[in-house]
């Protein structure tokens, strides 16, 4: 079973920046495929970007250029650096482990979730 757990959300303005961290228990869970995902009110749940064990990632169109994704193995973390922030990036952002070393872009691949963490950004 793995857990996850993340920190790091809050209000920020436009075009600031904010690093959400994603903690992760279980030991086969740090060879894993790794993701954040984000769900804004009366919207589906979207992907941000993922990360594969070997460090190749994969940035949505909204995110590309402005986030960055990262793991460190070792502790068994992903996190998301967040620059340029913009009022439509106000979401709850999920972290998701996928039992895999490939990134899937679906939601429905990954098998553990985090409680998810509220991001706002104000204009």
């Known amino acids: 079973q793995v857990q996850l757990v993340e920190s790091g959300g809050g209000l920020m303005q436009t075009g600031g920046s904010l690093r959400l961290s994603c903690a992760a228990s279980?030991?086969?869970?740090?060879?894993?495929?790794k993701a954040w995902f984000r769900q804004a009110p009366g919207k589906e749940r979207e992907l941000v970007a993922a990360i594969s064990r070997g460090g190749s990632t994969y940035y949505a169109d909204s995110s590309r250029g402005r986030f960055t994704i990262s793991r460190d193995n070792a502790q068994n973390t992903v996190s998301l650096q967040m620059n340029s922030l913009k009022p439509e990036d106000t979401a709850v952002y999920f972290c998701?482990?996928?039992?895999?070393?490939?990134?899937?872009?679906?939601?429905?691949?990954?098998?553990?979730w985090g409680q998810g963490t509220q991001v706002t950004v104000s204009s």
């Open positions: 279980g030991r086969a869970s740090s060879n894993y495929a």
């Open positions: 998701a482990v996928r039992a895999s070393i490939y990134v899937s872009m679906d939601r429905r691949q990954y098998e553990y």
